[in-house]
């Protein structure tokens, strides 16, 4: 997967952890000497408890980075599935059943659940109870989720018999990890998922130790939750137990009694917490079942997909891919390369740095085709990967020779190299606007109801432009028939169309078309009394929108023709008149501008942009054109304009965010390179001139 690169620097990080892995052996040194004579010093007190503030500085950075691109649509990676589960939350805070759960993107009737939604309903709470944005709080509850997970992880730990310090040293670098601070942020229900099990494990492992019953019960609950939340999580750690419960066994092996008794235990918390999972997976294939296209997404239909095939388990394409997401997106391979070589030197702890290997790969060897296809996969047992990276430091640091300082050496690269690679693609990606998407849905909810449906064409069965325009829809997948197709269609009997949006470029277009799609969709058009003009038209998508909208468009197509040919007034005046008939398109206001402008109209231009600004457009190239026109209007000084005595100002604020928005053009960097020249900013305006010159540079290449 290829990322964006980052400018953020990393310098001052890597300087910070390699001056204090350098400090923390120094404070080894130290904590060697007699306890009289180091004791009040301080680089005894840093030995004692240097573990710690490892720990801190790694959450610290943690939480930062996961701040990076916090008010940022959910559409930075996997937008597909993020969209998909905060649709089902909006449904909720919209009188939606919580229980059979809609996400209405297939149709009706539009319950189709998924996961059991504990996650959605924590979500709906948080925003009826503070009344955020529903982006932010399912970030935030995803987020909770993942640092309450470390408090039954820091329990589990104590299986391995490591002390306070080494289980810090060992958490430091799973919350350090890019993986877990990108994916921890997301809208989705991994990190819950994660605390259930970890919670199950802990509980179950007590249970095992002490023989309390209270510990069994909760074990119970966390493991029954973790199943019906997310079986191919859970099912890693039902794993997990299955090998402690081997590792109490083996001392005692023939204790006949023993294994009768762990065997039993350990079944009935199988049968425990996977029978409601598996009721609530019938429960909703029942529903999904009634929908002529969900019906393909039951458990049933989606074995293969799950699952993958017995081919695929041995193709070193497909382990090349899942390794790639975990090892290669979010690492490299010569980090654990080199944690693979300390383990060998290291020469204790073996088994369990095996243990934790093995279970890593027994997620990807049951689901394969999922971690082949889905990142976010691994974030079940991508924890068990750097767990014995975290053995392994431990047991270097165990040794009393050289190999401290390997071990040391191991923790501080890790960490840094971590931080270097959240850096260079992570938070390049987090900041990604996707403004794009964001602009074909502010389209589609400016010329529809919130009662009416949209018919869209060619983006799968993706909720990312539903969710954002707020409105429900009838989407056609790949995998659909043209039997099932008819069925959906029929069921929208009784339901108002409000527009249709197609993907026009056949090299994104994915999903299920018509025979001689142009005719089959005109023929929509009239059926359901949609405008064959487009409102909203870039290189990938067009809308078309209700009937009471074609003249308004039909006269700004006129206008961009008469703008062609120099017929500035005839212009002005189509798009005055599509102006009365569509006074919530911004895109109307600039082309009026824009035309003003040219007429030499700069009061009329500037009240057109105030006017659009007030209607909050999403496409950065409007706040260009802005920029644009104050400019002129400013070096032109064509008449007086009341009241804006300085033009440069909200020319600069303008450009800053088209800039913010897409960070990419060039032509936006050279725009603000002219209103610094303008300033006489000449050190601001080169440097704007070398960043344009570099985007230039690197889409020739």
Same mark, same amino acid.
């Given at each position: 997967m290829s990322m964006p690169k980052s400018s953020s620097p990393v310098l001052a990080a890597q300087a910070v952890v390699l001056l204090f892995a350098k400090a923390a052996g120094r404070a080894h040194q130290a904590a060697a000497l007699p306890a009289r004579e180091s004791h009040a010093d301080w680089r005894h007190r840093l030995g004692q408890h240097?573990?710690?503030?490892?720990?801190?500085?790694?959450?610290?950075?943690?939480?930062?980075?996961?701040?990076?691109?916090?008010?940022?649509?959910?559409?930075?990676?996997?937008?597909?599935?993020?969209t998909q589960t905060a649709m089902s939350v909006w449904t909720m805070l919209n009188g939606g059943p919580l229980v059979a759960y809609e996400t209405p993107v297939m149709?009706?009737?539009w319950s189709m659940p998924y996961e059991f939604p504990l996650f959605q309903w924590m979500v709906a709470a948080v925003v009826k109870v503070s009344q955020v944005n529903l982006d932010q709080a399912g970030r935030f509850v995803s987020l909770l989720m993942f640092w309450l997970a470390l408090i039954p992880g820091y329990r589990i730990l104590s299986v391995f018999r490591l002390s306070r310090n080494q289980r810090l040293l060992i958490l430091s670098?799973?919350?350090?990890?890019?993986?877990?601070?990108?994916?921890?942020?997301?809208?989705?229900?991994?990190?819950?998922?994660?605390?259930?099990?970890?919670?199950?494990?802990?509980?179950?492992?007590?249970?095992?130790?002490?023989?309390?019953?209270?510990?069994?019960?909760?074990?119970?609950?966390?493991? =029954?939750?973790? $199943?019906?939340?997310?079986?191919?999580? %859970?099912?890693?750690? &039902?794993?997990?137990?299955? @090998?402690?419960?081997? *590792?109490?066994?083996?001392?005692?092996?023939?204790?006949?009694?023993?294994?009768i008794r762990d065997g039993l235990t350990l079944a009935i918390f199988g049968f425990v917490c996977l029978g409601p999972a598996l009721a609530w997976t019938r429960y909703a294939d029942s529903l999904k079942a009634q929908n002529p296209i969900a019906e393909f997404t039951t458990t049933a239909a989606t074995t293969n997909w799950n699952f993958g095939t017995l081919q695929q388990r041995f193709s070193w394409q497909t382990w090349s891919q899942v390794l790639n997401f975990s090892c290669v997106v979010d690492y490299h391979w010569a980090l654990f390369a080199t944690a693979a070589a300390g383990a060998v030197l290291a020469r204790r702890?073996? =088994?369990?740095? $095996?243990?934790?290997?093995?279970?890593? %790969?027994?997620?990807? &060897?049951?689901?394969?085709? @999922?971690?082949?296809? *889905?990142?976010?996969?691994?974030?079940?047992?991508?924890?068990f990967l750097l767990l014995a990276v975290g053995l392994t430091v431990v047991a270097l640091l165990e040794q009393a020779d050289w190999r401290r300082y390997l071990g040391m050496t191991l923790l501080a690269s890790t960490i840094v190299f971590s931080v270097y690679r959240h850096q260079a693609s992570h938070a390049a990606l987090q900041s990604l606007n996707r403004w794009p998407?964001?602009?074909?849905?502010?389209?589609?909810?400016?010329?529809?109801?919130?009662?009416?449906?949209?018919?869209?064409?060619?983006?799968?069965?993706?909720?990312?432009?539903p969710y954002y325009a707020r409105r429900r829809a009838l989407m056609l997948p790949s995998f659909l028939t043209s039997e099932a197709a008819a069925r959906a269609f029929g069921n929208l009997a009784g339901y108002k169309i409000g527009a249709l949006l197609v993907v026009t470029d056949g090299k994104v277009a994915a999903g299920w078309y018509p025979d001689s799609p142009n005719q089959a969709i005109l023929a929509q058009l009239r059926e359901f009394g949609l405008s064959a003009t487009a409102s909203f038209y870039d290189n990938t998508i067009k809308i078309f929108p209700p009937g009471r909208f074609e003249s308004a468009y039909e006269n700004l197509d006129l206008a961009r023709r008469e703008m062609a040919k120099g017929n500035f007034l005839a212009a002005e005046k189509a798009l005055t008149a599509a102006i009365d008939e569509q006074p919530n398109d911004p895109n109307l206001f600039e082309q009026r501008a824009l035309c003003r402008l040219s007429q030499q109209k700069p009061t009329e231009c500037l009240a057109d942009f105030d006017d659009a600004l007030r209607?909050?457009?999403?496409?950065?190239?409007?706040?260009?054109?802005?920029?644009?026109?104050?400019?002129?209007?400013?070096?032109?000084?064509?008449?007086?304009?009341?009241?804006?005595?300085?033009?440069?100002?909200?020319?600069?604020?303008?450009?800053?965010?088209?800039?913010?928005?897409?960070?990419?053009?060039?032509?936006?960097?050279?725009?603000?390179?002219?209103?610094h020249l303008s300033h006489g900013e000449k050190y601001l305006a080169e440097q704007d001139q070398n960043k344009a010159n570099a985007l230039l540079r690197a889409s020739d290449q």
């Amino acid at each position: 997967m290829s990322m964006p690169k980052s400018s953020s620097p990393v310098l001052a990080a890597q300087a910070v952890v390699l001056l204090f892995a350098k400090a923390a052996g120094r404070a080894h040194q130290a904590a060697a000497l007699p306890a009289r004579e180091s004791h009040a010093d301080w680089r005894h007190r840093l030995g004692q408890h240097w573990p710690l503030l490892c720990f801190a500085v790694c959450a610290v950075y943690s939480l930062a980075g996961s701040m990076i691109g916090w008010m940022n649509p959910l559409l930075d990676a996997h937008g597909f599935r993020q969209t998909q589960t905060a649709m089902s939350v909006w449904t909720m805070l919209n009188g939606g059943p919580l229980v059979a759960y809609e996400t209405p993107v297939m149709g009706p009737p539009w319950s189709m659940p998924y996961e059991f939604p504990l996650f959605q309903w924590m979500v709906a709470a948080v925003v009826k109870v503070s009344q955020v944005n529903l982006d932010q709080a399912g970030r935030f509850v995803s987020l909770l989720m993942f640092w309450l997970a470390l408090i039954p992880g820091y329990r589990i730990l104590s299986v391995f018999r490591l002390s306070r310090n080494q289980r810090l040293l060992i958490l430091s670098i799973i919350v350090v990890s890019p993986f877990y601070i990108f994916w921890s942020r997301a809208f989705m229900i991994e990190s819950t998922a994660l605390l259930l099990s970890l919670a199950f494990l802990a509980a179950a492992e007590s249970f095992l130790r002490t023989g309390r019953w209270s510990l069994a019960f909760l074990a119970a609950v966390f493991g =029954a939750l973790a $199943a019906s939340v997310k079986i191919t999580s %859970f099912a890693v750690y &039902l794993g997990a137990l299955a @090998l402690i419960v081997l *590792h109490r066994r083996l001392p005692d092996r023939a204790n006949g009694r023993g294994w009768i008794r762990d065997g039993l235990t350990l079944a009935i918390f199988g049968f425990v917490c996977l029978g409601p999972a598996l009721a609530w997976t019938r429960y909703a294939d029942s529903l999904k079942a009634q929908n002529p296209i969900a019906e393909f997404t039951t458990t049933a239909a989606t074995t293969n997909w799950n699952f993958g095939t017995l081919q695929q388990r041995f193709s070193w394409q497909t382990w090349s891919q899942v390794l790639n997401f975990s090892c290669v997106v979010d690492y490299h391979w010569a980090l654990f390369a080199t944690a693979a070589a300390g383990a060998v030197l290291a020469r204790r702890r073996w =088994a369990q740095i $095996a243990v934790c290997v093995l279970l890593y %790969f027994s997620a990807p &060897l049951v689901f394969t085709n @999922l971690h082949r296809v *889905h990142w976010y996969y691994a974030y079940p047992n991508l924890v068990f990967l750097l767990l014995a990276v975290g053995l392994t430091v431990v047991a270097l640091l165990e040794q009393a020779d050289w190999r401290r300082y390997l071990g040391m050496t191991l923790l501080a690269s890790t960490i840094v190299f971590s931080v270097y690679r959240h850096q260079a693609s992570h938070a390049a990606l987090q900041s990604l606007n996707r403004w794009p998407t964001m602009a074909a849905a502010a389209a589609l909810a400016r010329v529809t109801e919130p009662d009416e449906i949209v018919i869209i064409y060619g983006q799968e069965w993706s909720s990312e432009i539903p969710y954002y325009a707020r409105r429900r829809a009838l989407m056609l997948p790949s995998f659909l028939t043209s039997e099932a197709a008819a069925r959906a269609f029929g069921n929208l009997a009784g339901y108002k169309i409000g527009a249709l949006l197609v993907v026009t470029d056949g090299k994104v277009a994915a999903g299920w078309y018509p025979d001689s799609p142009n005719q089959a969709i005109l023929a929509q058009l009239r059926e359901f009394g949609l405008s064959a003009t487009a409102s909203f038209y870039d290189n990938t998508i067009k809308i078309f929108p209700p009937g009471r909208f074609e003249s308004a468009y039909e006269n700004l197509d006129l206008a961009r023709r008469e703008m062609a040919k120099g017929n500035f007034l005839a212009a002005e005046k189509a798009l005055t008149a599509a102006i009365d008939e569509q006074p919530n398109d911004p895109n109307l206001f600039e082309q009026r501008a824009l035309c003003r402008l040219s007429q030499q109209k700069p009061t009329e231009c500037l009240a057109d942009f105030d006017d659009a600004l007030r209607l909050n457009p999403v496409d950065p190239a409007f706040y260009a054109d802005h920029a644009v026109a104050l400019l002129k209007v400013h070096r032109r000084l064509l008449v007086a304009v009341k009241g804006r005595p300085g033009l440069l100002d909200p020319a600069l604020s303008s450009i800053d965010r088209a800039i913010a928005t897409d960070a990419y053009q060039p032509r936006f960097f050279q725009i603000r390179e002219q209103i610094h020249l303008s300033h006489g900013e000449k050190y601001l305006a080169e440097q704007d001139q070398n960043k344009a010159n570099a985007l230039l540079r690197a889409s020739d290449q």
